[in-house]
T-cell receptor, first 112, second 113 residues
Framework: KAGVTQTPRYLIKTRGQQVTLSCSPI?????VSWYQQTPGQGLQFLFE???????NKGNFPGRFSGRQFSNSRSEMNVSTLELGDSALYLC???????????FGQGTRLTVV | GESVGLHLPTLSVQEGDNSIINCAYS??????FIWYKQESGKGPQFIID?????DKRQGQRVTVLLNKTVKHLSLQIAATQPGDSAVYFC????????????FGKGTKLSVIP
């Protein structure tokens, strides 16, 4: 059974650009959540999607957005990148009703 | 505000000894508390969870203890092995059916062979 797949694994962008990250959940998982991980702030919740609907959103500026498709795949977008957006972005998928979330390996975004 | 934090940022233990990783939380309304392990270059991996109405749960070589009186969570690893070396995070789930987790800062466990 394939795990959570995140693409790309590494990304370098320039300040002011925008970026789209992709997440393919485990087959059958309809819940996808996104987290930002930095050395200073640790793991912080970005958003959660279930059946194409955003259920929760973390305390991030509007430059951070996401969506989920009918096949449960999810994307997150960051516009007008800032140096502080450099981080590991993690996606997790879960089965409905389960407490266990399965994380992907993440996308390492570097903003220069 | 609501947060989950760790008492100790690093922990070194001898192989074969037991490890105890601690965590303090502040949101009494959370329905589940969860421990994750993150190895270098990988995403967090679920270890064990405990529902808020329980005080102890055991898994394979791991035990989680929840003390709601002092809002304290701990993870005990029996017979620690080199493969247990990683960063351990506690997390709380705010509400049933949600996968919005609030994570602590993490404790780095180093196992000395």
């Amino acid at each position: 059974k394939a795990g959570v797949t995140q693409t790309p694994r590494y990304l370098i962008k320039t300040r002011g650009q925008q970026v789209t990250l992709s997440c393919s959940p485990i087959s059958g998982h309809r819940s996808v959540s996104w987290y930002q991980q930095t050395p200073g702030q640790g793991l912080q919740f970005l958003f959660e999607y279930f059946s194409e609907t955003q259920r929760n959103k973390g305390n991030f500026p509007g430059r951070f957005s996401g969506r989920q498709f009918s096949n449960s795949r999810s994307e997150m977008n960051v516009s007008t990148l800032e140096l502080g957006d450099s981080a590991l972005y993690l996606c997790a998928s879960s089965r409905q009703g389960a407490t266990e979330a399965f994380f992907g390996q993440g996308t390492r975004l570097t903003v220069v | 505000g609501e947060s989950v934090g760790l008492h100790l940022p690093t922990l070194s233990v001898q192989e074969g000894d037991n490890s105890i990783i601690n965590c303090a939380y502040s949101n009494s309304a959370s329905d589940y508390f969860i421990w994750y392990k993150q190895e270098s270059g990988k995403g967090p991996q679920f270890i064990i969870d405990i529902r808020s109405n329980m005080d102890k749960r055991q898994g394979q070589r791991v035990t989680v203890l929840l003390n709601k009186t002092v809002k304290h969570l701990s993870l005990q690893i029996a017979a620690t092995q080199p493969g247990d070396s990683a960063v351990y995070f506690c997390a709380e789930r705010k509400e049933a059916g949600s996968y919005q987790l609030t994570f602590g800062k993490g404790t780095k466990l180093s196992v000395i062979p």
